[in-house]
């Protein structure tokens, strides 16, 4: 049961990846997409430092997580979505705390110092680049840590 919590924490730091880069950053063709996009991220890039707009409302993430356990039920079965829902959300609160971190704090480990480096460059050099918070694997996996730069190589 251990290694499928383990599946659940890494499966989450890529559908974090997929989340940020291909939902909340969305870009809407009519004022009410155009409107929902800023009320669900865009919000967050214009204040970065709005405490109120780090994570996502309880209610939110309630609703999302009957969803999410329901279809990862699916192929899963009762006996492995358990572990693997409970690793899923451990990665989730981990995000959470991190990216509150990141904006909030100033780390002092290492780690906790490349994980605020590389998100503000996201938010202040190329939102076009690093878009994993809590890990940032799948930007090296799929070559979206320095968009901006490769972009001024090849203008």
């Not at 669900?40 to 709005?50: C, E, K, Q, S, T």
């Amino acid at each position: 049961m251990v290694p499928v919590v383990f599946v659940g924490i890494f499966s989450w730091t890529l559908a974090e990846y997929i989340l940020h880069r291909f939902v909340f950053h969305i870009e809407g063709k009519t004022p009410l997409t155009q409107r929902l996009h800023f009320l669900i991220h865009g919000l967050h890039h214009a204040d970065p430092v709005d405490p109120t707009r780090l994570v996502m409302p309880p209610t939110a993430s309630l609703f999302l997580g009957l969803v999410l356990y329901s279809l990862f039920r699916l192929p899963l079965g009762d006996t492995w979505v358990q572990p693997f829902f409970a690793g899923f959300l451990v990665g989730y609160l981990c995000y959470d705390y991190i990216h509150y971190a990141v904006h909030h704090f100033n780390p002092k480990t290492p780690l906790g110092r490349f994980l605020k480096q590389s998100h503000m460059q996201h938010h202040y050099v190329d939102p076009e680049s690093h878009w994993g918070v809590s890990s940032p694997l799948w930007d090296y996996v799929f070559g979206t840590v320095e968009v901006a730069k490769r972009k001024r190589q090849t203008a």
